[in-house]
């Protein structure tokens, strides 16, 4: 799941996902265009980009300076998230953690 991060002005929209269990977020990036978008991932704290569609080489420096220092931001959103599903899954009855056994 990705929630939503920040917007510029020219629509490029951000968004991240939860902290995973080896420590990276994964970061989507998304700015429209006629009929459609040009998208591009990565994972923090690397900033290696995968599934890049239609970004340039100069769009992509743009974008690593700019997760690159809104990294402790995103992480910090990350890490609440984590911590929001992992109460969800609780109040949920999901967690196997303390759960008491029915027999």
């Keep these: 799941?990705?929630?939503s991060y920040?917007?510029?002005?020219?629509?490029?929209q951000f968004a991240y996902s939860e902290?995973?269990?080896?420590?990276?977020v994964?970061?989507?990036v998304?700015?429209?265009?006629?009929?459609?978008?040009?998208?591009?991932?990565c994972f923090l704290p690397a900033i290696k980009w995968f599934n890049v569609e239609e970004f340039t080489a100069d769009d992509l420096n743009f974008l690593t300076e700019f997760i690159r220092s809104n990294a402790p931001f995103i992480f910090e959103l990350a890490e609440r998230q984590k911590a929001g599903l992992a109460v969800s899954a609780l109040a949920l009855g999901r967690s196997t953690v303390n759960r008491p056994i029915e027999t």
């Design 1 to 3: 799941m990705l929630w």
């Design 6 to 12: 920040v917007q510029l002005d020219d629509g490029t």
């Design 19 to 24: 902290k995973r269990e080896n420590g990276t």
């Design 26 to 28: 994964r970061v989507a």
């Design 30 to 41: 998304e700015r429209p265009v006629d009929f459609g978008f040009d998208h591009a991932n």
